[in-house]
């Protein structure tokens, strides 16, 4: 019984060493889903004073990405958009710019066609906030058993918005649209 267990054993052992052999042997792709956010840092500065539609930004990839053991998208990766809208400012906000990112070379001089933003929760457009108003008016407020209290009411009349500057260096997140393959 001892001898049929040792045979049974080798072949276990002969297979998964076959099987480990063969799926090392093939190229599998590896894929980066859409709706994946990378980590990237500006290289160059752009603003909405400086920048216009269809001009270049260059961002570079922080860290290796991995998806399992195979790394996707080595780090020092350069990835490239275009500035794909500019807001001017305006009375009540700050200006804004949209950044696509269409393209990344990876150390080795590998170029990817990618698709996708740079994401911020104002619909990836950076910058854009809103300005405080310019004029306040004093209201009073009453309250029980205390004499009234002066309260600065905002005017409807906004502050005039500033330029959005990205600077070099700035730590920003881009969000894939489509999946990335690679081998």
């Known amino acids: 019984m001892g001898k049929k ?12 060493v076959a099987l480990k052999s063969y799926a090392q042997e093939q190229d599998i792709d590896v894929k980066l889903r859409a709706g994946t956010f990378l980590k990237v840092i500006n290289l160059a500065e752009f603003s909405t004073l400086t920048s216009d539609i269809d ?15 195979t790394n996707v998208i080595p780090e020092n990766t350069k990835i490239y958009g275009e500035v794909e809208d500019v807001l001017e400012p305006m009375e009540g906000r700050d200006g804004a710019i949209k950044v696509k990112i269409i393209k990344m070379i990876t150390p080795d001089k590998k ?11 104002n619909d990836n457009y950076l910058g854009g906030k809103q300005t405080l108003p310019v004029y306040y008016r004093k209201v009073p407020h009453y309250t029980q058993r ?9 005017l409807n009349v906004p502050e ?24």
């Open 111 to 121: 170029v990817y066609k990618i698709k996708g933003h740079i994401y911020t929760d």
């Open 55 to 69: 001009d270049e930004a260059v961002f570079m990839n922080t860290q290796d990405m991995y998806v399992y053991e």
């Open 146 to 154: 205390i004499r009234p209290i002066l309260k600065a009411v905002p």
């Open 160 to 183: 005039m918005g500033k330029h959005t500057v990205i600077k070099p260096g700035a730590e920003l997140f881009v969000i894939l649209e489509e999946d990335i393959t690679a081998k």
């Open 5 to 16: 267990i040792k045979i049974i054993l080798f072949i276990i052992a002969f297979m998964f």
